[in-house]
């Protein structure tokens, strides 16, 4: 338990407990989001805007506890890891808005339908859609993120480094 709570004070630690979040969350919540357009229920709905609105939320404290780690573990990466570590970066700084809008009209699906009822289905589609979105980033970012540390997974050369904006 002492390890544990020691890792806690580490942002690269952070970083690792807290990266599977805003993907698996948004997976989770796509589902529930299908079910709920199946079975045609409002509570349903309000359960998947929930869902992907924490998760994508969840975005945040990964980005930030990411950026707080990049120094001490570029410092423990070979090579290769660097080139993946500058192209997980580069991607999730590009992207990761998507999960910000992505909450934003989860909560204005939660919550503007209350006084406005004919914004309840554009809203939830919209959600829906770039849950799909934010989905699809999260996983094109961990993808460089995850070959950083983990030579098993590097079945392709390291992209080149990008350009600093």
Do not use: C
Request: net charge neutral.
């Amino acid at each position: 338990m002492n390890g544990f709570l020691k890792g806690l004070d580490q942002p690269e630690y952070l970083h690792t407990l807290l990266n599977p979040l805003p993907v698996y969350g948004l997976i989770l919540a796509i589902i529930a989001a299908i079910v709920a357009l199946f079975v045609r229920n409002r509570s349903a709905e309000v359960t998947a805007l929930v869902l992907i609105f924490i998760s994508a939320l969840s975005a945040w404290p990964v980005a930030h506890y990411g950026e707080e780690a990049y120094d001490r573990v570029l410092s423990m990466s070979d090579n290769d890891g660097s080139a993946w570590l500058a192209a997980h970066e580069h991607r999730a700084d590009q992207l990761v808005w998507i999960f910000y809008l992505t909450a934003a009209v989860a909560l204005s699906a939660l919550i503007l339908p209350r006084k406005f009822a004919a914004t309840t289905k554009p809203l939830f589609f919209a959600s829906l859609l770039l849950a799909l979105a934010a989905f699809s980033a999260g996983a094109y970012i961990g993808y460089a993120g995850g070959k950083i540390r983990h030579k098993e997974f590097r079945l392709e050369p390291p992209p080149p480094k990008p350009a600093k904006d």
